[in-house]
């Protein structure tokens, strides 16, 4: 038995307690609860263990306020010799809790090798066994070469603006040369990187009448029926028929996908404590957002003409048709070469820790490799961790202690290899 693989075993109850102290901070994503909280929990514990850390707020950026600041921590450990910088980065928030749960969403139970609660899985976890086989590491190799670092970001369940895009602007990663982002994508699967996407508003316009007699208005909503029809009718299928040689998962997103995230015409809903009736109106506006994922082989710009070009040939058949449509959010795909050394000393990692290969697969919705690629500009970057990417968001979410004591070796040993230029050893 190896003496990383001791290290992390000896671990074992150390890497519960720590996921479980993360989940029951309820970092809720919106608004952006209790991000400092969790900073301040895992410098107290870095710094403690010999590591320094920085506290970096996104001023200015999107949902940043006095009220819900974004707050990001970096961890760094450098004895002062010459090497690499290896980064793992892990966002500390998450996704609101939502219905059906049977166990406390923030209780952090542990039931039969399990450990359950909001951001399980996505991603404190995988958080939690990258801090862990960090520390093993040092613990066996103190005066390692080169540095290790640990950022906990802000806000990837909405972008990664407040957190690694935040960071990456401002140069944080221009000396990183590998970054292992902790997503739960199976502990024997490397995640390449992501589809892209494209989310835009489409108003369609009318005139307000009396509801008793519309012919004297113009229903917005019938314009964007009509919209919505020529979707159904010529898009979806259309999208449908393409395919990439990504290897995404699951199989249905190996297909261009479009989804409409909300549609809001007419008038405003005033909430469940009025008890009136409505207005007899018609809607003079009619509002959709839509969400479109992209393949790497296709273009953003004729992604987007596509849609003009269907909004057009509405505004051909209907002579009373106008519409606005405006850009909210776009991502270029993203992959990593499988021959990237990150790549190459984790598949090797993999096959010695669960004596399987490794596969390789792409996320069918973004994360954010795509700020490290973007905007930092560093290709040789994965997203690998424990957990069933099935799990993330849903009720009664969960991570497995197992999982997360082999993701933590498979870690532990790429830093072995990437620092000390030592092959994995088998066990």
């Keep these: ?88 980065n ?52 103190p005066d390692h070469p080169g540095r290790i670092e640990i950022s906990a970001t802000a806000d990837e369940e909405s972008g990664g603006f407040g957190g690694v895009a935040f960071l990456a602007e401002r140069g944080a990663f221009a000396h990183v040369g590998h970054v292992i982002i902790p997503e739960p994508l199976h502990k024997d699967r490397i995640c390449l990187g992501h589809r892209g996407v494209w989310w835009a508003e489409i108003e369609t316009h009318g005139r307000i009448a009396h509801g008793s007699m519309p012919f004297l208005g113009d229903s917005a909503i019938r314009h964007m029926g009509a919209v919505l029809d020529e979707m159904e009718r010529r898009l979806f299928p259309l999208l449908r028929t393409r395919r990439t040689d990504m290897p995404v998962i699951p199989e249905g997103a190996k297909s261009s996908t479009l989804n409409i995230n909300s549609i809001h015409g007419g008038e405003p809903d005033l909430g469940p404590g009025f008890t009136g009736l409505p207005a007899p109106c018609v809607a003079d506006r009619c509002r959709i957002v839509i969400d479109r994922r992209f393949l790497i082989e296709e273009d953003l710009a004729e992604v987007k003409r596509e849609v003009t070009a269907l909004l057009e040939k509405v505004r051909a058949e209907r002579p009373t048709f106008t519409y606005e449509i405006r850009d909210l959010f776009e991502v270029i795909p993203s992959m990593t070469e499988r021959g990237a050394p990150v790549v190459r000393s984790t598949a090797a990692a993999i096959e010695r820790v669960l004596g399987r290969e490794a596969g390789y697969v792409v996320s069918p919705g973004t994360y954010d490799q795509k700020h490290i690629d973007r905007i930092g500009k560093l290709k040789n970057c994965i997203a690998y961790g424990p957990g069933v990417l099935d799990l993330a968001h849903q009720p009664d979410e969960w991570i497995g202690v197992q999982d997360m004591l082999d993701s933590a070796r498979v870690m532990a040993l790429v830093l072995d290899d990437l620092l000390n230029g030592a092959p994995p050893p088998r066990g």
């Design 1 to 88: 038995m190896d003496s990383l693989r001791l290290e992390i075993e000896n671990r074992r109850d150390d890497l519960i307690r720590l996921t479980q102290d993360l989940i029951r901070i309820p970092t809720l994503n919106p608004p952006g609860r209790h991000y400092r909280e969790i900073c301040d929990y895992l410098a107290a514990r870095l710094t403690a263990g010999g590591w320094t850390c920085e506290m970096i707020r996104a001023h200015g950026a999107p949902g940043d306020s006095e009220e819900f600041p974004r707050w990001n921590l970096i961890a760094r450990h450098d004895p002062g010799r010459p090497g690499e910088c290896v980064h793992f």
């Design 90 to 141: 892990g966002h500390h928030d998450v996704v609101e809790v939502g219905h059906g749960w049977r166990r406390d969403p923030f209780g952090a139970e542990l039931d039969q090798g399990r450990i359950y609660g909001r951001g399980a899985c996505d991603m404190k976890g995988g958080l939690a066994a990258a801090i862990v086989a960090a520390e093993a590491f040092v613990a066996r190799h």
